[in-house]
């Protein structure tokens, strides 16, 4: 028979290393989602992306844990026991025998899972421990200007007239790409949208000259689709919009309601969310230390 390799490193952190194993445990629903998604080369791509993240992840754990040994520290076993007492209670419904019959399936020992949770204690409490000189101090200035910029945010009830016109894509290179930039340009001139969704639009709303009635914030997928109609100024058509194999034009009649909630009643949940930023920077910067002190190579 053929020799199998059963494992490989995928890098190497100063002593330590990571291994494929690793890496596929991290990334193996991910890329089982990928493969149902897309296909080829658009595939492939994804997927070395996603394995290309869970190594970096995989490094910057190795180093927290390594930074956690030279401190001399240890993990009191009770807080493993806890852990896994959670789990069994929580996934298991407290079946012991169930959970060691399921780790033992994937193959995992009981010594394996207790090294695993007890690594993932390491690093919260490592992570932890760089930001212990308490919450960061949020300028109002700052909390101010978030408030500004994410207004759409806060605002409920808003709602706009759509019409819409939409053509399947027929590849690279076909003709319909070529159209629909000509049937905005028509628009942009002086063109009724609504006849122009009436003669060339492909969905349901075609013999409504495209009329898709109010449509209220949250209504619209995908998310870049919604984005772009709620930021479309009223009387005009959008860029064409390329989403899920077909073309799109997007055109706002007009708009109503639209209440803004008051910065008073978002300050404390603004702070949260700019001292968690502050936070992961933080970390981040921890990290960027000791990957620049650190040898890792990535194969």
């Known amino acids: 028979m053929d020799p199998q390799v059963l494992d490989g490193v995928a890098a190497v952190v100063n002593d330590d290393v990571v291994t494929f194993s690793q890496v596929r445990e991290m990334t193996g629903m991910l890329e089982a989602a990928i493969h149902k998604q897309y296909s080829g080369t658009e595939a492939m791509d994804k997927i070395k992306e996603v394995r290309l993240r869970a190594v970096n992840d995989l490094i910057d754990r190795q180093l927290i844990i390594q930074e956690f040994r030279k401190l001399k520290a240890s993990i009191p076993s009770h807080?493993?026991?806890?852990?896994?007492?959670?789990?069994?209670?929580?996934?298991?419904?407290?079946?012991?025998?169930?959970?060691?019959?399921?780790?033992?399936?994937?193959?995992?020992?009981?010594?394996k899972i207790r090294r695993i949770e007890e690594e993932k204690v390491i690093v919260q409490a490592m992570r932890q421990r760089e930001?212990?000189?308490?919450?960061?101090?949020?300028?109002?200035?700052?909390?101010?200007?978030?408030?500004?910029?994410?207004?759409?945010?806060?605002?409920?009830?808003?709602?706009?007239?759509?019409?819409?016109?939409?053509m399947a894509s027929d590849g690279p290179g076909g003709k319909k790409l070529k159209m629909i930039q000509e049937i905005r340009e028509k628009v942009v001139r002086g063109a009724d949208?609504?006849?122009?969704?009436?003669?060339?639009?492909?969905?349901?709303h075609q013999d409504e000259n495209g009329d898709w009635g109010w449509v209220k914030r949250g209504d619209l997928a995908p998310p870049e689709m919604e984005r772009v109609a709620f930021?479309?100024?009223?009387?005009?058509?959008?860029?064409?919009?390329?989403?899920?194999?077909?073309?799109?034009?997007?055109?706002?009649?007009?708009?109503?309601?639209?209440?803004?909630?008051?910065?008073?009643?978002?300050?404390?949940?603004?702070?949260?969310?700019?001292?968690?930023?502050?936070?992961?920077?933080?970390?981040?910067?921890?990290?960027?230390?000791?990957?620049?002190?650190?040898?890792?190579?990535?194969?």
């Open 79 to 111: 807080v493993v026991d806890d852990r896994i007492n959670a789990i069994i209670r929580e996934d298991f419904a407290g079946d012991r025998t169930a959970f060691l019959r399921t780790i033992a399936a994937q193959g995992y020992s009981i010594d």
């Open 131 to 166: 930001v212990k000189g308490g919450d960061p101090i949020i300028p109002a200035s700052r909390v101010e200007s978030y408030y500004r910029e994410h207004a759409r945010e806060w605002t409920q009830g808003e709602e706009i007239k759509l019409k819409m016109l939409k």
């Open 193 to 204: 949208f609504g006849d122009m969704a009436r003669i060339y639009s492909e969905d349901s």
């Open 231 to 299: 930021t479309l100024t009223t009387g005009k058509v959008s860029e064409v919009l390329t989403l899920n194999n077909a073309y799109y034009l997007l055109f706002v009649e007009s708009k109503k309601g639209g209440v803004t909630k008051p910065l008073s009643e978002l300050r404390p949940e603004i702070e949260r969310r700019l001292m968690q930023e502050e936070r992961q920077k933080m970390q981040q910067g921890w990290l960027t230390r000791l990957r620049k002190k650190a040898y890792f190579k990535i194969y």
